[in-house]
């Protein structure tokens, strides 16, 4: 009996990541030149990588993904406890536990772990359909948080935020109603804020905000954490007693997450590292420290800006070839493309990305096989949010968060990860239809 191999392997699925990868070659090598004794080390290394990540994207395409069903529990539990392990003995890179090593090498356990979480979670939506709205709601946030509580003690701040992206659209196709995850959302956003505010006060204004010391002032921010939380609990007492009235419903729901963002987001401000929140204030000002925390993203933008519309050609970039920009063969790969390539290669690149989201699209759309479908949809919001934080990471429009661009940064374990992904979704496609 022949194996129809085309059954299997979706050839648009496979020239993007072909062309995707092949580009990563060429700029890390580029990035490479500014160090020659580096040349030869990342760029071939980057080869041998992309070329196992072509064979396991193979080997996961002709895989019968439906098989994950019944291991899919095992798989979370033995994620968490390599992270753990990753946690205790792990090798410690840039302040980051991170990384088990074997002998030279290391594997980055935390990249993984978006995957088996995504298989996890669609097992979990699919078996759930049942259940009260609300404990589904609780019960896949609960399953999220256990993997970022776990990746953000290493501490990885830019890998832990991945998971909330994939949590989000997994429940939206999973069918929670949409305003838990608006809920979801809005709490998120609220921390965020709340967390921002008091090092905008400080770091970026200068000046004294009235509004600013409830957030600043531990008494003021505990008495408004305590007025909203008893306004939450009060409203959802009377709702339960006078269920016709919706007004108390909504009084609950928002001074519910308002009271949750407060909290957290005191825990956030505890919690978060010195180059953390310069981060975050780069981001609201660069120019607020240019030739510390703000020089990546300068000159990020400078080599951007020097592209104009063909680029200065591959290895002639003056911003990525004298040394201008660190980390430019991992976060900031797309500054030196731009550079180099200009703005008709980078539009290029948008294109084969594009091609790449709208075919997991229709492959979603085509899949009647719900854990299937739920797969794929966490694994395109993985690509779309490494895709858009990392691009407007080096655009200045987005917080510096050490996100790779994947398929071209470097890096084993995060080309690794796409790969795989990539030959999951094939898997969906060449069995969409239900068990």
């Known amino acids: 009996m022949k194996i129809k191999v085309f059954q299997f392997i979706d050839i648009l699925l496979l020239l993007c990541v072909v062309s995707l990868s092949v580009f990563g070659i060429v700029f890390i090598y580029s990035a490479g030149l500014s160090n020659p004794r580096k040349i030869g080390d990342i760029y071939t290394k980057q080869i041998v990588w992309a070329s196992i990540g072509f064979v396991l994207m193979l080997l996961f395409a002709f895989f019968d993904y439906r098989k994950l069903f019944k291991w899919a529990k095992h798989l979370f539990v033995l994620t968490c406890l390599v992270l753990i392990f990753t946690r205790l003995f792990g090798v ?10 074997f002998h030279g090498l290391g594997v980055q356990p935390s990249e993984f772990s978006k995957i088996i979480f995504t298989i996890f979670l669609a097992w979990y939506l699919t078996n759930s359909r049942n259940e009260n709205p609300l404990i589904r709601f609780l019960i896949a946030c609960g399953i999220a948080l256990i993997p970022v509580g776990l990746i953000m003690l290493q501490p990885d701040l830019g890998t832990s935020l991945v998971f909330f992206p994939i949590l989000i659209f997994m429940m939206y196709m999973g069918g929670i109603h949409k305003r838990y995850i608006f809920m979801l ?19 970026i204004s200068n000046t ?7 957030l600043t002032n531990l008494k003021l921010r505990l008495l408004l954490i305590g007025l909203t939380g008893f306004l939450c609990v009060f409203s959802i007492v009377s709702y339960w007693l006078f269920s016709d009235s919706r007004y108390f419903y909504w009084i609950a729901y928002f001074s519910g997450i308002i009271c949750a963002s407060l909290v957290s987001s005191y825990g956030a401000g505890k919690f978060l590292k010195e180059y953390q929140i310069m981060r975050l204030i780069i981001f609201i000002n660069p120019y607020s420290d240019p030739t510390r925390h703000g020089w990546n993203i300068l000159n990020s933008l400078r080599a951007i800006g020097n592209g104009g519309s063909s680029g200065w050609g591959v290895g002639l970039g003056p911003q990525s070839q004298h040394g201008y920009l660190p980390e430019q063969h991992t976060d900031f790969i797309f500054s030196i493309l731009s550079e180099e390539l200009g703005f008709f ?34 694994l395109l919001a993985m690509f ?19 996100i790779p661009l994947m398929f071209l940064s470097y890096g084993g374990s995060s080309l690794w990860t796409a ?17």
């Open 345 to 378: 290669g980078s539009l290029l690149i948008f294109m084969i990305y594009l091609v790449f989201f709208l075919r997991i699209v229709y492959i979603i759309r085509n899949s009647t096989n719900e854990f299937g479908t739920l797969i794929a949809s966490g």
């Open 92 to 101: 410690s890179i840039k302040g980051a536990k991170s990384w088990i090593g």
């Open 185 to 203: 959302l809005l709490f998120v956003a609220f921390t965020g804020l709340f967390t921002v505010l008091p090092i905008w006060e400080v770091k």
């Open 384 to 402: 779309f949010f490494h895709f858009v934080e990392n691009i407007g990471m080096v655009m200045g429009v987005m917080p510096i968060t050490g």
């Open 208 to 214: 004294s905000v009235q509004l600013v010391h409830l």
């Open 419 to 435: 790969m795989i992904s990539v030959g999951l979704v094939m898997s969906v496609r060449s069995r969409k239809y239900d068990f």
